[in-house]
């Protein structure tokens, strides 16, 4: 059969041969596919299921005009992810913590706070029980920094030779007022990242490959909605919500994730190298090894793009948390290269930063 | 390592050694279990999250008062599971009906209509993309025939000597009235069971073991709203709900489904084999293997207590519908044999019908 009638790995790389396995397979045989504002066409973060319709049409048989006392109860908003990754436990955390937090920041980064969560495992045989609770109890502590519950959950076991790791679902129910979508950004929006970039992958890639890194440098893996929570609610004077877009740059890294938000909010994007965040050990490691920094996995920060006015305040509330300590502003949205990111050097030229393509370096997730 | 110490196949064959798993390494690592009245405390087939405590607490800074226009919207019902099967495909169907039916079953017998589903897959490198878009295309199929939109996903690769197969998990979102639990059998009520069993185990048996059987059997794998939708709604005189239990019996088949029932609802339950619906095909090629075809998973059946004056209306309702057809009263539950289930044989004698404990024969999850 010829290779391209068949699955490749950069089918989940989070590139453009995903975007269009997602459009020509995915999105071309499901028929029904939105339940509210958010719907699976717009390949947010998330989904949503419009709340306050299903509750007026349950109480539209008994007074259709009661329910405009529950006006605005806010959106639901649901997130999935699948998780596999190699190895399961990486510096200072695991698979465990790494699923919940994922879903967690999937909902934060719409705006909406966490409900609960759901968590589906497949074990191969042979895995270790001790591991096993470790991965368990490293979920729970995720779920407690944000007071989210688990609520149910699934487990299969397969044959060793068919799987060689555990695999984890978590999906998460929130609760938005107003639901932040990823394709907001407007011309001179303010963009800021809300700490260093790459420490999950590379921290990943060291401990896989056994090389030494030149300092202790762990994964950034972390639940954001406590450092989330109180900037989604800002507004501007005018009384708009000061957030207008907002995404966790996981697979295709910080590059991924603003050239998907200028293709989808049709801005362009510039963005200063000297601003962008990044420990000494991640950089070096990135020139030793020839991967772009910008296109390694994070998996506790958000990308925030925020009205110019309310910049300031947004960047001084992030930086309150431990997890926003190193947040800077980048950039902004532009008028110019629509749907382009570019970055100045510190040289002060100008250079493309491109979508990631074909497979990811390292395999993270 | 000692045997002892690692993850077996049998830990997720829905048995003993499962429910051991369950509640010494994640209940017990697992802090927050609980987001309404079923959590993951109660191992049913979901969980709920109470939709009208979050709107009131929403309200409450509003106008405390007006949050009771909004009494009763309903309980948000959530269920997940992760889905793999080898092969993908079997006789009429195939893992993406499986997953969709599986996960809106588990909605309708906790008596919530699905809301919207979502989609996460992990796909080995070199899956045929064919195969990949015949999956989505019977996805969308199963979720249209209970009008339920697919509003979000994630798609993953994998490298294929790390997984043999393709792995789906649905999780869905449902809203009851009223939650149905697995554990409200009371003494004396009914028990419907809505088709004939061992369909889905022993066709995929045949199936991938190429034993041919004497006539065509196929999975039935299918969503049951439609037909349950109907019941729920059902009272008795009094006005209570005429549904006190139902669950769909899939990994541990009827035997696991009935043991699990009564053991949680505190009383005994007695079946009459006679009234048993079961195919001529699967029973010659149960009784040729070996097997129990009460202990062989169903995946478009479900198992309805109901209260005994409306046990023939309900009757008459799932028959109408095609999935029911064959369905039938096959017992009920008794004061007597407090957690456990006996069965009256064609000859006249009791037998203990016991939860099935190790492997899962066939293995189709």
New interface residues.
């Given amino acids: 059969?010829p290779k391209d009638?068949?699955?490749?790995?950069?089918?989940?790389?989070g590139g453009e041969p995903?975007q269009a396995?997602?459009r020509d397979?995915?999105l071309n045989?499901?028929?029904?596919?939105?339940?509210?504002l958010v719907?699976?066409d717009d390949l947010?973060d998330?989904?949503?299921?419009n709340?306050t319709g299903?509750?007026e049409n349950?109480?539209s048989n008994v007074n259709s005009n009661?329910?405009g006392?529950?006006n605005n109860?806010?959106e639901?908003v649901?997130?999935?992810?699948?998780h596999?990754i190699?190895p399961a436990f990486f510096p200072d955390s695991n698979i465990g913590r790494l699923a919940v937090s994922g879903t967690v920041n999937d909902l934060a980064v719409m705006g909406a706070e966490p409900?609960?969560l759901?968590?589906?495992?497949?074990?191969?045989?042979?895995?270790?029980?001790?591991s096993?609770?470790k991965i368990?109890?490293s979920?729970?502590e995720a779920?407690?920094e944000v007071?989210?519950?688990?609520?149910?959950?699934?487990?299969?076991?397969?044959?060793r030779?068919?799987?060689?790791?555990i695999?984890i679902?978590t999906?998460g129910?929130g609760?938005a007022?107003e639901v932040i979508r990823d394709c907001g950004l407007c011309t001179g929006d303010k963009i800021i990242l809300t700490g260093t970039i790459g420490d999950h992958g590379i921290s990943l890639l060291a401990h896989r490959e056994g090389f030494e890194l030149t300092t202790d440098l762990v994964s950034d893996v972390a639940p954001l909605w406590n450092m989330l929570k109180d900037v989604v609610q800002i507004r501007t004077i005018e009384g708009k919500p000061a957030i207008s877009a907002m995404k966790d740059p996981t697979r295709g890294g910080l590059a991924g994730t603003l050239n998907e938000m200028a293709q989808k909010s049709g801005t362009g994007i510039s963005i200063e190298q000297k601003d962008l965040p990044i420990k000494e050990a991640v950089s070096s490691a990135c020139e030793m090894l020839g991967i772009d920094p910008l296109e390694v996995a994070n998996e506790g920060k958000a990308v925030i793009c925020v009205k110019a006015e309310n910049a300031e305040e947004v960047l001084s509330i992030i930086r309150e948390h431990e997890y926003g300590k190193d947040a800077a502003i980048i950039g902004e949205a532009t008028e110019e290269n629509l749907g382009k990111v570019l970055m100045r050097t510190p040289i002060g030229s100008m250079r493309y930063v491109d979508p990631p393509t074909g497979d990811l370096i390292p395999r993270i997730?």
Avoid: Q, Y
């Fill in positions: 059969m009638n068949v699955i490749k790995m950069e089918h989940g790389a995903m396995l997602i397979l995915i045989n499901i028929i029904s596919r939105s339940a509210g719907g699976l947010d998330g989904a949503t299921i709340i299903i509750l349950k109480n009661d329910s006392n529950c109860p806010g639901i649901i997130t999935t992810d699948s596999v190699t409900l609960a759901t968590c589906a495992m497949i074990v191969p045989e042979g895995f270790e029980l001790s096993f609770e368990v109890r979920m729970s779920a407690e007071d989210v519950p688990i609520i149910t959950g699934d487990t299969k076991t397969v044959e030779n068919g799987l060689d790791s695999i679902n999906t129910i609760i007022n997730c």
